[in-house]
């Protein structure tokens, strides 16, 4: 177990903890002319369903049932797709909450027919919130960290949810001192 992992113990008492190879995944897609946009490139939409469409498994598989996207953080596209790439996406359960986890995504895109590595294209971060039949939010295993590396994504995600929820905060006092103002924009 990792320094994160009693923490989330604590709090799921009754729920036992997985590791995060347990739900990693990958899936891969070749990109043809129908995911292309206007300049000729894969659309960066369908980078986007893909990314989500991974993210999506690897929190039905972590939490054991259904997860929803809750937000997207930090979609980065750091190259252009092109028809005929084998885009390969992988995710990854870095952080998890009593009923939600960040899932982490990162896109590799190589040549069909060539024997190059893939490079990597774009990364992403997703939050997923577990629901019920009913669609109400249930509890999530915690995850446990097996590596430094697991140990480093956990603590970011930890920063960027932080983040999330002081933005979050601001706004929604921002909206509240406008109201008051007399301001309905």
Known sequence: MTDQAPAAAAESPDIPGKSIAASRTTLSHIMTHS???LLGTVHGGVIMKLVDDAAGAVAGRHSGGPAVTASMDEMAFL????????????AQVNWTGRTSMEVGVRVLAERWNEST??????SAYLVFAAVD??????????????????????????????HR????????ELRE??????FDD
């Open 133 to 162: 039949a009913d669609g109400k939010p249930r509890r999530v295993p915690p995850v446990i960290s097996e590596t430094g590396q697991d140990k480093r994504r956990y603590q970011e995600a930890q920063i960027r949810r932080t």
């Open 79 to 90: 190259e252009p797709v092109r028809v005929g790439d084998l885009v390969h996406v992988k």
């Open 117 to 122: 590595p893939a490079t990597q294209v774009g």
């Open 165 to 172: 929820l002081a933005r979050r905060r601001a706004i929604m």
């Open 177 to 182: 001192k406008r109201s008051a103002e007399g």
């Open 35 to 37: 995911d292309t946009n």
